[in-house]
């Protein structure tokens, strides 16, 4: 039977980047293979996000286009936060997928899939909707189709169980859920013996990770910390409610756990994060920052900030630029608030235009810049070790991965960016001869002086690789090529 295609277009977080591998790797067993060209898929996934409303506008769009320009006999199918938070009512915000799950029973998806097919089969015009309230007790594990060779999700919780008054997550991803570390551990040897290198320990609340289950994010840590091969470890999203000093201690202590530290703010006013429900005071977030400093001076650490909350002053406004000079972020995420269905600040008067609020973003941004741009310098002349990801996808004679401590960085390899075609070589062929010769660093952690620091990213230049180290080894062994 020749291999039907599949393509599913993500939007939102990491949470859903890792739900996307796991429908690949389910739809695999019955013989999808991805595609990136959507003209082409038998079946179109849409993995949405509902966490503003601009992410459910995307939705609507790329569903209604799809729809339209559909290639005969294909398949429609609308997963993630959307569909989760609508159940059945979706059908009447997308009205042109012929699948609707939600995101508590994706091991469900081929069972759905085949379904549809038989329907589509027997002329029965019929949607397969299938939404779950609740996970299953027993979370099964499904195949996963990673994109990434060498970096790899794993979640760790699932769900949150706090009810921040702006956030739709609770309602899309339910209460938290803990996996057990036994079962994590599994699933991160198997990993390491696949060959990665690099794990992402995922969750909307990681710190809370373990309350459930008697167990805490440090505890998992230590375990992780002992699998062979794995090189690097991270986790996201931090809650500062949740974030104790054990963690940080624990972060601090051991050498594989990356010194990166993603822990959204969300606003630098104690009365705003009070509405919020946020459950700490600034200063008791200056207080985290402060420690994971002290331990580890360099440390990345990086938030999100909401712009623009219902009621918010313009005094209370300019407390969140204040906070991002004073935290001295690598990155911040900004937004505007956008109200949520089924969120009680959907309800507050809100009395800021939308003009004012963008203004204020525009603000943040530029203070965010230039703040990371500033924190950026510290690295300048250093030398890092990256794990290269892949080529750089703005300049292919350049390779991109990152530091230990997560920065993006654009390597220049020596005697590759000048390299010209040779008499007779075309354009392609020359290409093609250099990401042959960029291949052999995918995976590998190399030496890199950092030469350029930008906001969001680093360049820097290679200095010393494993294959670099091996050509000098086989000089001194005196062995030919
Ligand atoms: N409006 C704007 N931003 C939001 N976020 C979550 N909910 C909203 C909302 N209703 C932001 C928070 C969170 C990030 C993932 O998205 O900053 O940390
Ligand atoms: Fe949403 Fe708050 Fe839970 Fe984060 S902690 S997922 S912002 S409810």
Redesign the pocket.
Known sequence: MPQKKVYIETLG?QMNLADTERMLGMLDEIDYTPTDIREEADLSILNSCS??EHAVDKMRSYIGLWDKKRKPGSLIALAGCVAQQEGASITQIAPGADIVIGTHNIHRLPDLVLQAQKNQAEDIHERVIEIWEELPEDIPEVPILRKNKYHAWVNIIYGCNYRCT???VPKTRGDQRSRSIAEIKREIETLAMEGFKEIMLLGQNVDGYGLDIGTSLAALLREVHEVEGIERIKFL?SHPCDMTYELIETVAALPKVAKYFHI?I?AGNDGVLKRMARRYTYARYMELISYIRKLMPQASITG???VGFPGETHEQFMDSVKAVREIRYDAC?T??????PYTPAADWEDPISAEEKNERIRLLNAVSAEVAEEQSKRYLGTTQQVLVEGLSQRNPRRLAGRIFDNKTTNVDVPGISDLEAAPGESEAELSQRISKQLEQYFGKTIGVKITKAHAWALRGELISGPSQNEKNLRKALAISD
């Open positions: 977080c966490i503003r702006y956030c739709i999203t959204p969300q999100d900030i909401i995420i937004a505007v608030y956008s109200p949520r």
